[in-house]
């Protein structure tokens, strides 16, 4: 049986109300032990889920708050045991003196994600949904927000328990054959397998399908700022940012390292990375600085060019800019639009955007924002909630989309259904994975260490 945990669940500043948590079978008990309701009818005989107004004192009975406590008994509870719930004022010091108190009475501190993972085991919710938990608490954009709440409410297990089901028939109706040679069940045609597996092979294509979105969504769309030395790149950065984060200097190659924020660009999150500058360079420093430009190039799903609109552009920044389009989307920013032009601004390659702005003065900022936004859309037709939105969920998909297809051709190729469908049940395990219906061990753990203390 589990012992009892308690956490503060919320922040640690001072705020309106602060609430202390515990769940375990010693709950309820121990909250009796720190808090005496008004009426003088203990919490071990309050209804569920009732606000109770009391006393919360040290179990020597010194008064600590007046304030509100409620319980829900098992299995009505989130993590399926007894919980109770304190709702304090909110000063750091006065919760930290409550969870003491509730330590006093043999209650111990839970661990990071403890009463979701409970809550989990309790078979209360399936690891989609408790990726959401995590994925709500820390959502920064609107949209985030929506996914998160669709996949709270079940809305992606939904669409993988439909695809685990129809493959699951798929493999009852061919075992029932084999196990029942009396009962004249007509055996599996290939055609039948053939036509379940392409329709639930289509479903599973469209889920992996998501997650480039998802993952834009949860952990923001990866922005390389790339150009060459002193072309403006860090003031953009800053300008965007709307603080100085980035160091700029009028000497060539003084961001030596790439530096990255997070931006909300009107419901867009996007991962801003301030790069060094492309140059070749026999300075030890920067060309570690080259290399990791490069990289961000590599894993940046936006670019952004900035270019010195008052030099003449040059070979090396047509090479950049060709290298960039060539990888994804880009945007071409002619910066230092202030300043008089050095010649007419060549066209940029087919399909990329080009904007003027001054990142010095903030001029025309708004249509570079406005630019990102028309290459992101983001009403994209998919329900919120169905979206893959991180790496686990995408390699367990991918792996039983494999699966799906390695059976799709033993078919084509005439191999016996029970050679095929070897790879369907192999494909059923990674979503159930993906669920949670199979546990992993160190799946698990690492969703839970995701977690902050008292989800
Ligand atoms: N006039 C003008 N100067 C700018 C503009 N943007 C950047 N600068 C200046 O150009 C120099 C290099 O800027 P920085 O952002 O460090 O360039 P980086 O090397 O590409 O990161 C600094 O002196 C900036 O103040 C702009 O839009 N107009
Ligand atoms: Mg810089």
Redesign the pocket.
């Known amino acids: 049986m589990n012992d009892t945990i308690a956490a503060i669940a919320t922040g640690h500043q001072a705020t309106a109300i602060g609430i202390v948590r515990l769940s375990g079978p010693q709950a309820i008990a121990a909250l009796d032990q720190v808090f005496t309701p008004v009426g003088g009818v203990p919490m071990h005989q309050q209804p569920n889920r009732l606000l109770v107004y009391g006393t919360l004192h040290t179990p020597e009975g010194l008064a600590l708050d007046h304030c509100l406590a409620t319980v829900s008994r098992a299995p009505h509870s989130y993590t399926g045991e007894d919980t109770a719930e304190l709702q304090c004022h909110g000063s750091p010091v006065l919760l930290s003196m409550a969870l003491e108190a509730l330590f006093a009475c043999g209650v111990r501190q839970a661990q990071a994600g403890e009463f979701t993972r409970r809550a989990f085991l309790a078979g209360k919710m399936d690891l989609t949904r408790t990726e959401a938990v995590a994925d709500l608490i820390h959502a920064e954009s609107q949209d985030a927000v929506y996914q998160a709440a669709g996949q709270l409410g079940g809305a992606l297990a939904q669409v993988i328990n439909d695809i685990y089901d129809q493959l699951t028939g798929l493999m009852a109706h061919f075992h029932a054959v084999l196990d029942y040679p009396d009962e004249d069940i007509d055996p599996l045609e290939a055609q039948e397998i053939a036509h379940t597996l392409a329709q639930a092979g289509a479903k599973l294509d469209r889920l992996a399908h998501t997650y480039r979105r998802g993952r834009a969504l949860v952990e923001g769309i990866p922005c390389a700022i790339v ?1 060459k ?7 953009l950065f800053n300008a965007l940012l709307g603080y100085d984060r980035a160091i ?3 000497i ?1 190659g ?2 030596r390292d790439t530096v990255e924020e997070r931006l909300n660009l009107g419901g867009i999150l996007l991962r801003l990375i301030d790069t060094a ?1 492309l140059r070749d360079s026999t300075d030890q420093v920067e060309q570690m600085g080259v290399e990791r430009s490069r990289e961000a190039l590599r894993r940046s799903e936006l670019t952004l060019v ?1 270019v010195d609109a008052s030099r003449p552009r040059d070979a090396e920044e047509e090479e950049l800019l060709a290298l960039a389009a060539s990888h994804g989307p880009t945007i071409l920013v002619y ?5 008089p032009t050095a010649a007419p601004l060549p066209s940029p390659p087919a399909g990329v955007e080009t904007v003027a702005l ?4 903030g001029d025309g900022i708004d249509q570079l924002e406005l630019a990102i936004s028309h290459l992101f859309p983001q009403d994209t037709g998919l329900r919120p909630g169905t979206l893959l939105t991180n790496a686990r969920q995408a390699q367990s998909a991918a792996l039983a989309q494999t699966c799906l297809t390695r059976a799709q051709q033993a078919l084509q190729a005439g191999l016996s259904p029970d050679a095929v469908l070897t790879d369907v049940e192999e494909a059923l395990t990674y979503l159930g994975e993906l669920t949670g219906r199979v546990v992993r061990e160190d799946i698990t753990s690492q969703i839970f260490q995701r977690f902050c203390v008292g989800k």
């Open positions: 150009g030395p002193n072309a403006g790149k860090s003031t700029v200097t009028p060539a003084t961001t500058g900035v910066n230092k639009e202030d300043l001054s990142a010095l003065t």
